[in-house]
């Protein structure tokens, strides 16, 4: 059997035939990033979803890039700069942090490979974003009925675990999964229904917060000027962090007062962890903190990258950030709902930032990253089927 005929091959010798290829279903792709949804199972003590990506990646490997395409050489060299200063941080900190450096640097790596098979053309978009929906839509259809686990009373979890990190993956990652499933609008529509009833049911305001944003860019700011598009953005994420503290503690979050007052004192104990950090950071896996004997993740992810890789770190992930997000400014004018959804995620990331530790270096960074970049090598559709 040829290569180009195995079930795993993306026949992409050129870019008209990819894209042709592209709207296939490729069952390797929809049934492992129908996984990443899936949080809460371990297989050995890895993450399923984790094992499922770096499945894919192996399947990538395998395969030709579309129309002989590589990754951009300022995503090349940010991602490698960004894994040369957390390695570097992880050796220099040997002893005094206790964090498997190792580990957490090896996720960076599959994140990397993960963007690495998108932004080559070697992942199907549509067969991962129909995965993606399919899994979103089983797991929050499963929490609703408590199958999964119930790990916080009223507030929606199943196999997805925290309900912050699962606002996280459906504010971030649904969004691809809504707009690269399919084109036909009255598909994306039906995706989106359990989506947004599962981003709701999270109970999470920053993640509610980071859908209206990302709706608000998708209506409105995509159709604004390169500099307008990216002030407004950035208007946006700075928002959330402005909030007066009397409007976050209102209605149906009035109970939210006490786990408020223990973030400040997270915070607080950040800041002290930070000032005492040199230029590379405290190491991978360091972003934890004390409080009365407990041990707690960071809630905010740009500090939580600065403690882990300096504040070279932190500008690296925000530069790919802001780059895929440039380069698809163009096609987002003009009309193409998938580079504006990229583009949202991109907004919707920042906004998951402020309140939760684990975001800039976590597997929806390198989904949208890949997503954005993959896109980017499409041709324009000429006439997108919207029925």
């Known amino acids: 059997m040829s290569t180009k005929n195995t079930p795993w091959a993306l026949p992409d010798k050129t870019v008209a035939r990819a894209d042709e290829a592209d709207r296939e279903i490729r069952m390797s792709d929809f049934a492992l990033l129908a996984l990443l949804p899936v949080r809460s199972i371990a297989v050995a003590g890895f993450p399923l979803n984790e094992l499922a990506i770096v499945a894919l ?45 190792t580990r957490r640097v090896g996720h960076v790596v599959i994140m990397a490979g993960l963007i690495w098979a998108g932004g080559t053309g070697r992942l199907s978009l549509r067969s991962a974003g129909a995965g993606m929906a399919t899994g979103f839509a089983v797991v929050i259809g499963l929490a609703i009925v408590k199958v999964g686990g119930d790990y916080y009373p009223g507030r929606l979890t199943g196999y997805l675990a925290d309900p912050n990190a699962a ?15 399919d084109e036909r609008t009255k598909v994306r529509i039906a995706v989106a229904v359990p989506i947004v009833v599962g981003l709701v049911l999270v109970y999470s305001r920053t993640g509610l917060l980071a859908g209206v944003f990302a709706a608000v860019w998708l209506l409105l700011g995509r159709r604004l000027g390169q500099v ?34 223990l973030r400040l004192r997270i915070i607080a104990q950040e800041q002290v962890e930070l000032a005492g950090a040199p230029w590379y950071g405290n190491g991978p896996g360091s972003a934890t903190v004390e409080i009365r004997n407990l041990t707690f993740y960071f809630h905010n992810s740009y500090l939580a990258t600065r403690q882990e890789g300096g504040w070279v770190a932190l500008v690296l992930v925000l530069l790919l950030l802001a780059y895929c997000f440039v380069r698809l400014s163009a096609q987002s004018r003009n009309g193409d709902l998938q580079a504006a959804a990229c583009q949202a995620a991109i907004i919707s990331t920042g906004v998951m930032a402020i309140t939760l530790g684990e975001v800039l270096l976590d597997t929806p960074v390198s989904v949208v990253v890949a997503f954005a970049l993959g896109h980017a090598l499409r041709r324009p559709a000429e006439d997108p089927p919207d029925g």
Not at 167 to 181: E, L, R
Not at 231 to 237: E, G, K, S
């Open 167 to 181: 606002a996280y993956f459906i504010a971030v990652v649904g969004i691809i999964a809504i707009f690269f499933c």
């Open 57 to 101: 990646i192996g399947l990538c490997l395998f395969r030709s890039p579309r129309g002989g395409a590589r990754l951009p050489v300022q995503v090349v060299l940010t991602i490698g700069g960004l894994l040369a200063v957390l390695t570097y941080s992880g050796l220099a900190n040997v002893g005094s942090n206790e964090a498997d450096w």
């Open 228 to 261: 307008a598009g990216a002030v407004l953005a950035l208007v946006m994420v700075w928002a959330v962090n402005n909030i007066p503290e009397s409007l976050t503690t209102v209605g149906p979050f009035s109970d939210r007062s006490g786990s408020d007052k």
